[in-house]
């Protein structure tokens, strides 16, 4: 039998990823195994060169792998491309979000709004910067811990509105998408995925990463919320 191929991520691709293997170990008979956890948590344990065969993280954080020498950059992959939405607890009001000046409205209305630790919530922090807003909401934002799905807290009642890749509330019981940031404010994450230097297998890897890059993989990446690069 052929040895596993293992993997880490972030969560934003986990879904799509977990179809992804499915698909390819029916293909291939290769048995793969990807851990999804959170994206700070992911590009340490990496860093620190626990033996991975492939990691698959937002494109910046590939760079800095790249850069730290933990995964062959000639073997680097662009997976897909992500957009932050926005999500209710399901059959609540739904504020209007279609423009930048209505989401901005609609989280000075919110009692309290949630956001995560990965790229997402890193850009809302500068979009409420950018508004003037910071300092007024400040005590209403509530940060998902690390592996926690925004959605999650938005189902339970912890926050009223909740912000996150388009790809980790998708599929969330409990919650509405309401909609997308609209393109005067929306941030895109490419999705990119690399051979880890500690890896064992990079023939075997490098064929999994070639299936994922490939045209195969674009319904999956569509179902889960995210589009082909």
């Known amino acids: 039998m052929s040895q596993q191929i293992s993997g880490i991520s972030s969560m934003a691709t986990r879904q799509v990823l977990a179809q992804l293997v499915e698909d390819y170990e029916r293909l291939s008979g290769h048995p793969v195994v990807i851990e999804s956890v959170g994206g700070v948590a992911a590009a340490q344990r990496v860093q620190e060169g626990e033996p991975f065969d492939i990691v698959v993280l937002a494109a910046d954080a590939i760079d800095r792998l790249a850069a730290a020498g933990r995964i062959d950059p000639d073997s680097r992959v662009d997976l897909a491309r992500s957009g932050v939405a926005i999500a209710v607890a399901a059959g609540a009001p739904r504020p209007e979000v279609g423009t ?121 990446k569509l179902r889960h919320g995210m589009e082909p690069t």
């Open 100 to 220: 930048e000046a209505a989401v901005r409205d609609a989280i000075l209305a919110a009692r309290s709004i949630g956001y995560s630790t990965g790229p997402s919530g890193s850009h809302l922090t500068r979009l409420f910067e950018r508004w003037g807003i910071a300092e007024t909401i400040g005590p209403r934002l509530v940060q998902a811990p690390p592996g926690v799905p925004v959605g999650t807290l938005v189902a339970r009642g912890d926050v009223e509105l909740g912000f996150q890749q388009l790809s980790e509330l998708i599929h969330l019981p409990g919650i509405d998408v309401i909609g997308a940031l609209p393109p005067e404010v929306q941030i895109i994450t490419v999705f990119s995925a690399a051979i880890c230097t500690a890896s064992r297998q990079k023939d075997a890897s490098g064929a999994l990463l070639s299936f994922l890059a490939s045209s195969q993989a674009n319904c999956a």
